[in-house]
């Protein structure tokens, strides 16, 4: 059972509710140091120079897998090979997507693909079975397939580049309704760059 939530209301409390240890409004708050004992500042990656987190884990995620290229990938499904694509609706309805592809959204991707789990898709045969993960830009599918790997998929992999990449190549892309078709041009570019995400334009949430 879950633990409860506690909720704190400050407006419920009066204006002479102190906190615990203080003696009330009439108790003097000690002076806090001036500039010349000022603490000093915590470096952060912008001054020492230090990846970020995530581009370390990234690196880490990428060590482990053989990735694709859109003709790989093509050949792949060609032979039986699953492709997955893991983009959220908007950018599916936005960009277009890949005929055949298996459409399982990010955060059951897990439970659908693992071939122990009573809760898999019926698509999923064997561990050895080769699948190919795709978002966007070839960033968050890095990271999904390095789990599949976890899970026993030993052939899980990703594709470079994404969907991007995919409809650069000129490989089949069902295209989106007449109307709501992205940029797809605008969209090339890591987000490890610096370049800025509009979720409004479909961006990949993890690239």
């Given at each position: 059972m879950p633990p409860t939530r506690r909720s704190y209301h400050p407006e419920k409390m009066g204006s002479d509710t102190t906190r615990a240890?203080?003696?009330?409004?009439?108790?003097?708050?000690?002076?806090?140091?001036?500039?010349?004992?000022?603490?000093?500042?915590?470096?952060?990656?912008?001054?020492?120079?230090?990846?970020?987190?995530?581009?370390?884990?990234?690196?880490?995620?990428r060590a482990g897998l053989e990735r694709v290229g859109p003709q790989q990938a093509f050949a792949m499904a060609g032979r039986g090979g699953l492709l997955v694509d893991t983009r959220p609706s908007e950018q599916r309805s936005r960009y277009g997507t890949i005929p055949g592809a298996l459409v399982v959204d990010r955060n059951v991707l897990a439970w659908r693909l693992d071939p122990t789990s009573p809760h898999k898709l019926p698509e999923v045969l064997v561990s050895d079975q080769e699948i190919v993960v795709i978002c966007q830009e070839g960033y968050s599918s890095s990271l999904a397939a390095a789990t599949l790997r976890l899970l026993g998929l030993r052939r899980a992999t990703d594709l470079d580049g994404g969907f991007l990449a995919w409809a650069a190549a000129g490989l089949p892309v069902q295209a989106p309704p007449a109307g709501v078709a992205g940029d797809v041009s605008a969209m090339h570019g890591p987000p490890a760059e610096g370049r800025p995400i509009d979720a409004r334009r479909g961006g990949d949430d993890a690239g």
């Amino acid at each position: 059972m879950p633990p409860t939530r506690r909720s704190y209301h400050p407006e419920k409390m009066g204006s002479d509710t102190t906190r615990a240890g203080t003696t009330g409004p009439e108790t003097a708050r000690p002076q806090t140091a001036g500039p010349q004992t000022a603490r000093p500042q915590t470096a952060g990656p912008e001054t020492t120079g230090e990846l970020p987190a995530i581009s370390k884990l990234l690196a880490e995620a990428r060590a482990g897998l053989e990735r694709v290229g859109p003709q790989q990938a093509f050949a792949m499904a060609g032979r039986g090979g699953l492709l997955v694509d893991t983009r959220p609706s908007e950018q599916r309805s936005r960009y277009g997507t890949i005929p055949g592809a298996l459409v399982v959204d990010r955060n059951v991707l897990a439970w659908r693909l693992d071939p122990t789990s009573p809760h898999k898709l019926p698509e999923v045969l064997v561990s050895d079975q080769e699948i190919v993960v795709i978002c966007q830009e070839g960033y968050s599918s890095s990271l999904a397939a390095a789990t599949l790997r976890l899970l026993g998929l030993r052939r899980a992999t990703d594709l470079d580049g994404g969907f991007l990449a995919w409809a650069a190549a000129g490989l089949p892309v069902q295209a989106p309704p007449a109307g709501v078709a992205g940029d797809v041009s605008a969209m090339h570019g890591p987000p490890a760059e610096g370049r800025p995400i509009d979720a409004r334009r479909g961006g990949d949430d993890a690239g």
